[in-house]
């Protein structure tokens, strides 16, 4: 196996495990939202749109968005980084196996 082709294929597993936490994130925010809507949620303003935790005052005049809204987005983008997942391993195995023959 080239030297390469190692490292394409590493680069998709480890870009794959990035995908998975970022998803893995916002359901994890999705999840602190339930416990604690006060702080966690998905905030939107002017200068700032993030999933998180925010403490005391708002950030740049962010406001958080409705409960319905984060739910909705969440599943949308677990269910995206799931299948993009999903893909780049496929393509890092298929490597790695064109490469070991």
């Given at each position: 196996m080239s030297a390469?082709?190692?490292l394409k294929a590493s680069a998709q597993l480890l870009a794959a495990a990035l995908v998975a936490l970022a998803g893995a994130a916002v359901a994890a925010?999705?999840?602190g939202h339930a416990i604690d809507p006060e702080h966690i949620g998905l905030w939107s303003g002017p200068e700032a749109f993030f999933f998180?935790?925010?403490r005391g005052a708002t950030v740049h005049g962010a406001h958080q968005l409705p409960?319905?809204?984060?739910?909705?987005v969440a599943v949308m983008v677990v269910?995206?980084?799931g299948f993009?997942?999903?893909e780049l391993l496929g393509?890092?195995?298929a490597g790695l196996a064109r490469q070991a023959r």
């Amino acid at each position: 196996m080239s030297a390469i082709a190692k490292l394409k294929a590493s680069a998709q597993l480890l870009a794959a495990a990035l995908v998975a936490l970022a998803g893995a994130a916002v359901a994890a925010t999705a999840v602190g939202h339930a416990i604690d809507p006060e702080h966690i949620g998905l905030w939107s303003g002017p200068e700032a749109f993030f999933f998180g935790i925010v403490r005391g005052a708002t950030v740049h005049g962010a406001h958080q968005l409705p409960a319905s809204t984060l739910y909705i987005v969440a599943v949308m983008v677990v269910g995206i980084c799931g299948f993009v997942v999903r893909e780049l391993l496929g393509f890092a195995r298929a490597g790695l196996a064109r490469q070991a023959r």
